[in-house]
């Protein structure tokens, strides 16, 4: 699947660093991603309710209520994404997305060789763009 297919044909968003602080990039790339029709899911320790959406504390507790993401996106320091990327992968998702700045090769590795879609240090709102989609 690539970029361009993943910001036409997934809908349900697992956002891994997404709490209520409208100063971060996730919150406004949510926002983005939830007006242009996705299903957003915050993942944030406190599980707080971002954009009317309820968070979950864990990729784990958002799966048992929504089931499997199509793309868990992760806005977390470099050195913490690996976590992420082996529970995306647990809970089945069909795409693991790390934003700009965010780089593993390791769990890079580990998701393609899962057989599962790979976007590292990228930003899906300025994908978006570049496709013409606002």
């Known amino acids: ?7 036409r044909d ?3 968003w ?10 971060r990039p996730a919150y406004g790339v949510a926002k983005f991603l ?8 915050p993942i944030y320790p406190r599980a707080q309710t ?3 959406e309820q968070g ?4 784990a507790d958002a799966t048992a209520h929504w089931g499997a993401p199509d793309v868990v996106d992760v806005f977390v320091r470099s050195n913490r994404a690996g976590e992420f990327a082996d529970q995306a992968l647990a809970a089945g998702a069909k795409v693991v997305w790390f934003q700009l700045d965010v780089i593993d090769i390791e769990a890079a590795k580990r998701v393609e060789s899962a057989g599962v879609t790979m976007v590292m240090d990228r930003c899906p709102v300025i994908e978006a763009r570049k496709l013409g989609n606002e």
């Open 56 to 59: 979950f504390a864990t990729i």
């Open 34 to 41: 939830q007006d242009s029709g996705k299903q957003i899911v």
């Open 1 to 7: 699947m690539n970029i361009p297919e993943i910001l």
């Open 10 to 12: 997934t809908h349900l």
């Open 14 to 23: 697992f956002i891994v660093g997404l709490g209520d602080n409208p100063e």
């Open 50 to 52: 971002v954009h009317g």
